[in-house]
């Protein structure tokens, strides 16, 4: 097994980061943050949109912060094609109409606060991503 990029500090650090967002905007204004919910609300929801489109900011200005301290962009690889992107795109949103809730929501968030629901679809997504994957390196070869 091929371990790519291995960062286990980063990856502390950015969970720890996510983790006190999360517990941050919980105790400021009582929301969950479920990436996918907070972008549909911004875009569709009559109101309650301007800390969503702050966070959507904050989210999207996270590489350029990094290019300002580090003077170099995050590397970026994406090893597929433009068309498996959409596809996988169009499926993950699929998944998360059909979950209630995307990853970042019910792992992050439900299982915190002991949602039932989210002990459901934290497992589900985790094994429909450990078949994606082994579907994909063994059967069609990638």
Same mark, same amino acid.
């Given at each position: 097994?091929?371990? !790519?990029?291995?960062?286990?500090?980063?990856?502390?650090? #950015?969970?720890?980061?996510?983790?006190?967002?999360?517990?941050?905007?919980?105790?400021?204004?009582?929301?969950?943050?479920?990436?996918?919910?907070?972008?549909?609300?911004?875009?569709?929801?009559?109101?309650?949109?301007?800390?969503?489109?702050?966070?959507?900011? #904050?989210?999207?200005?996270?590489?350029?912060?990094?290019?300002?301290?580090?003077?170099?962009?995050?590397?970026?690889?994406?090893?597929?094609?433009?068309?498996?992107?959409? !596809?996988?795109?169009?499926?993950?949103?699929?998944?998360?109409?059909?979950?209630?809730?995307?990853?970042?929501?019910?792992?992050?968030?439900?299982?915190?606060?002991?949602?039932?629901?989210?002990?459901?679809?934290?497992?589900?997504?985790?094994?429909?991503?450990?078949?994606?994957?082994? !579907?994909?390196?063994?059967?069609?070869?990638?």
């Amino acid at each position: 097994m091929e371990i !790519v990029n291995f960062t286990p500090l980063a990856s502390l650090f #950015g969970g720890v980061l996510i983790g006190l967002a999360a517990v941050l905007l919980m105790a400021a204004i009582g929301r969950v943050m479920g990436a996918t919910g907070i972008l549909s609300a911004a875009i569709f929801a009559e109101d309650d949109r301007a800390w969503r489109w702050a966070l959507l900011a #904050g989210m999207i200005s996270g590489p350029a912060f990094y290019l300002m301290v580090t003077g170099d962009w995050p590397e970026i690889t994406v090893p597929v094609s433009t068309l498996a992107l959409i !596809v996988g795109g169009f499926l993950v949103g699929l998944g998360v109409s059909y979950g209630s809730g995307c990853t970042s929501g019910h792992g992050v968030c439900g299982l915190a606060r002991l949602s039932p629901r989210s002990f459901v679809a934290v497992p589900t997504f985790m094994a429909t991503t450990a078949l994606t994957v082994y !579907v994909v390196r063994h059967v069609f070869g990638g």
